[in-house]
């Protein structure tokens, strides 16, 4: 069974594209509905459905920006909308396929097997993933393993200088002055590092303790081999010194 999302502004659309969904296919269940955007996001940043019904003329936001503002996006997404104007660029922003309103019995049969599609090649490259990380975790105990932009990456933690927070975001500074940007906050990057290399020296920073260059007591911060400046928080300094 495929559970789906809907949001729509419209309640009236809401009710006409569930109902179309569930008499015209026994493979889809409705599991939430949304008419506010903002409320939608906020379930989708934590929940992970099937598939996402999306449409593009809201008032307070477009589905495009809607889609930008998103930080899961592990479903499939299909765009509905009155107008045929948009495709392209729903194609763009990597819908897997767009409906027009009202929808059309066989083009949501088509719809519901791209679905299917899409779901059984997530589920095959999740397989992979696991078997992946599982395989490093256990024979390379000097690296980890980063998911992002659709691949992973096994970077060895020699290379990591230091991790700074923004917000649902966590970007790695590596020694190549290399930047990966990942959709983890900073307080779940420090629970896969391993403590004896990396501190949390600020409620912003991790530090690679390898990577450290010099500690200016007077001003409070630390020098990297990057030569970037990193604060030193106030209730962390003596703990920090210790691991020193």
């Known amino acids: 069974m495929i559970k789906a999302v809907i949001v729509d ?37 934590v929940n ?18 809607f889609l930008g503002k998103l930080t899961n996006t592990d479903f499939a997404i299909v765009i509905t909308t009155a107008y045929d104007e948009y495709a392209i660029k729903a194609l763009k922003h990597e819908a897997i396929d767009y409906l ?10 088509d719809t519901i097997k791209k679905i299917k599609k899409y779901n059984s090649r997530l589920n095959n490259s999740s397989k992979i993933e696991e078997v992946l990380v599982s395989f490093n975790e256990k024979f390379d105990k000097k690296k980890i393993t980063i998911n992002t932009d659709g691949k992973l990456i ?37 629970a896969v590092l391993p403590k004896h290399y990396f501190f949390r020296i600020h409620n912003s920073f991790i530090v690679n303790l390898n990577k450290i260059k010099e500690y200016i007591k007077s001003e409070g911060y630390v ?22």
């Open 223 to 244: 020098v990297m081999e990057s030569n970037h400046k990193i604060p030193v928080a106030r209730q962390r300094k003596s703990d920090f010194l210790e691991k020193l």
């Open 100 to 109: 027009l309103k009202p929808v059309d019995s066989d083009d949501l049969q």
């Open 48 to 65: 992970t459905p099937d598939c996402l019904f999306l449409d593009i003329q809201m008032p307070t936001m477009d589905g495009f920006q």
């Open 9 to 45: 502004d419209e309640p009236k659309a809401i009710q006409g594209l569930s109902w179309e969904l569930t008499n015209f296919s026994n493979d889809i269940e409705i599991i939430e509905t949304f008419s506010n955007p903002e409320e939608a996001i906020a379930y989708l940043n």
């Open 154 to 190: 096994f970077l060895d933690i020699d290379d990591i200088v230091f991790v700074e927070s923004d917000g649902n975001y966590s970007t790695i500074v590596t020694s190549k002055q290399q930047k990966i940007v990942i959709t983890k906050k900073l307080k779940e990057v420090d």
